[in-house]
């Protein structure tokens, strides 16, 4: 009876302390809230059919996300990126193939992808797709065969 006593105080406090440390905030802080109006973003070519604009970070050198438009029927073939990524689609669909198979992502789906993995991602042919990418640490594309 001791030894279940005892074990439930060991989950107890380890509960307590895992809860402590999930809703701990986190060491950076932004400065001060940040709107940024759907009408006041700035959107900058980046290939040919797609343009991003920067919310936060800076992609060029370090952890990001911004909002990137693909053009209806954009593709862009098999490459690769050195950061992970997260993105969430926020209308059109998302073609995405990493090797098995094509996904249709549409608005409201999620997609985790590492880094390294080789991909293709596109614009359906009937629309254009808008997503919200984060990126772990600066943003490029390397083209692969």
């Known amino acids: 009876m001791k030894a279940l006593s005892r074990m439930a105080l060991v989950l107890t406090l380890s509960g307590a302390t895992f809860f402590a440390i999930a809703a701990a905030p986190s060491a950076k802080t932004t ?4 709107i940024i ?8 070519q980046v290939l040919p059919g797609i ?3 920067r919310l936060w970070g800076d992609p060029a050198k370090g ?4 909002i990137t438009r693909f ?7 098999w490459h690769t990126h050195a950061s992970d990524a997260k993105v969430v689609v926020i209308s059109g669909t998302l073609l995405y193939n990493n090797g098995s198979g094509e ?3 549409g608005p409201g789906s ?31 594309v390397k083209m692969v065969k």
Do not use: C, W
């Open 31 to 34: 400065a001060k809230d940040e």
């Open 37 to 44: 109006l759907a009408n006041q973003m700035k959107f900058e």
């Open 51 to 53: 343009t991003k604009a």
């Open 63 to 66: 952890p990001s996300g911004v």
């Open 71 to 77: 053009s209806k029927g954009t593709k862009v073939g």
């Open 103 to 105: 996904k249709a992502i």
């Open 110 to 140: 999620f997609l985790q992808e590492r880094a390294n993995i080789k991909h293709t991602t596109a614009a359906s042919a009937d629309a254009d797709v808008t997503f919200y990418e984060e990126v772990a640490g600066p943003f490029a």
